[in-house]
């Protein structure tokens, strides 16, 4: 019988705490944690440093499965999409993103998603459950091992995490916290804050708490700049509306020298007029703020079109204009469907 209880679950402080019930100290859980952040690592039989009877009395107990790989398809510039088996057969993917001098890896934080965005495929497949914490983790040591067999890791490590893939992030408050508060400790894989970044499409009272729970960066997926367009986009601007959005931005509790990035995709006669760079620059005054611009990428499926390099030029010369850090982001994937919105258990098919 599987055991249900996954170790790779638990944060340091709760493995101290399950170790300080059965009279163990503390120091075993931290051992354990450090084991867990490993690549490559499946069995207790592994963890050499820990007493034999403890290995196999852990192992009676819990669980350390992962996601299974299934698939890898890595595009013409470097960009891997992988399919990850879970252990109720759902499918999710991550993508791993070649930079100059590191990896990212965006990882999926619900197999599909409730938001229902216009422009997004993965909200054709629709919401079917949350991703436990060791789901979400799971991503993050599989990517790595993919790097490190390959011998890649050495040249560039894997040092940036975006929770942009499947899902919204926000949504599963809590598994995503707790996956947050793994990968950042400084005794397993020791993330930087600063290198870590939420995305959400503004779910205004987590937002809050995420604010005040962990230190790290926050990105918002605005895509309009006027609350007509946006609730036509998003439909969860009609529960949380533009105003409500900006102001709960304006209240963020950012490091200094931090800024929100704000996302937004350019659809073609939708959000891309003159007016609309204009109407952005104004609404986001006075917020530290970089604005990431991405050109739709067009899909049968999905009734927008990419506007004219020249528009999206001209988008970003007016924000650039005001003063705002603005980005065109580069479409990465394309050819495997790896771009941005367009993570929806194809492989799975
Ligand atoms: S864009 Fe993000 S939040 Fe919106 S439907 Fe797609 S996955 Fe969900």
């Known amino acids: 019988m599987k055991n249900s209880r996954n170790l790779r679950d638990y944060t340091p402080e709760e493995l101290e705490a399950l170790f300080a019930e059965r009279g163990l100290p503390a120091y075993r859980g931290r051992q354990i944690f450090k084991w867990l952040a490993r690549p490559f690592v499946y069995s207790f039989s592994q963890m050499t440093d820990l007493p034999k009877d403890l290995r196999e009395k852990l192992a009676q107990e819990f669980s350390l499965a992962l996601p299974e790989v299934t698939k890898e398809e890595i595009s013409a510039d470097g960009t891997r999409k992988l399919a990850l088996l879970l252990e109720d057969e759902e499918i999710i993917e991550c993508v791993i993103i070649p930079e100059e001098d590191h990896y990212t890896l965006c990882v999926s934080s619900q197999v599909g998603c409730a938001m229902g965005c216009a422009f997004c495929l993965t909200a054709r497949m629709g919401f079917r459950r949350n991703l436990k914490p060791h789901e979400i983790t799971g991503q993050v040591l599989r990517a790595k091992e993919i790097l490190e067999k390959e011998g890649l890791s050495e040249e560039k490590p894997l040092r940036n995490l975006v929770f942009m893939g499947m899902g919204e992030p926000l949504a599963n408050y809590d598994n995503v916290l707790k996956a947050l508060k793994i990968l950042l400790h400084p005794g397993g894989f020791n993330f930087s804050g600063r290198r870590v970044t939420v995305s959400t499409v503004g779910l205004i009272p987590q937002m809050e708490r995420l604010g005040r729970d962990i ?65 952005l620059a104004a609404l986001l005054r006075g917020i530290p703020a970089k604005i990431n611009l991405i050109p739709f990428n067009e899909h049968p499926l999905l009734p927008f079109r990419c506007p004219s390099e020249e528009q999206i030029l001209r988008f970003q010369e007016i924000l650039l204009a005001a003063g705002y850090v603005t980005t065109i982001r580069k479409s990465r994937g394309r050819d495997i469907s790896a771009a941005c919105g367009q993570l929806a258990s194809r492989l799975a098919a």
Not at 242 to 255: K, T
């Open 215 to 279: 230190r790290v960066k926050l990105a918002i997926s605005l895509h309009a700049a006027d609350n007509e367009t946006r609730s036509r986009l998003m439909p969860i601007n009609k529960r949380y509306p533009l105003p409500e959005l900006i102001a709960a931005c304006r209240r963020y509790p950012l490091p200094k020298g931090w800024r929100i990035t704000f996302e937004y995709v350019l659809l073609a006669g939708v959000n891309d007029r003159v007016d609309d760079a204009k109407r």
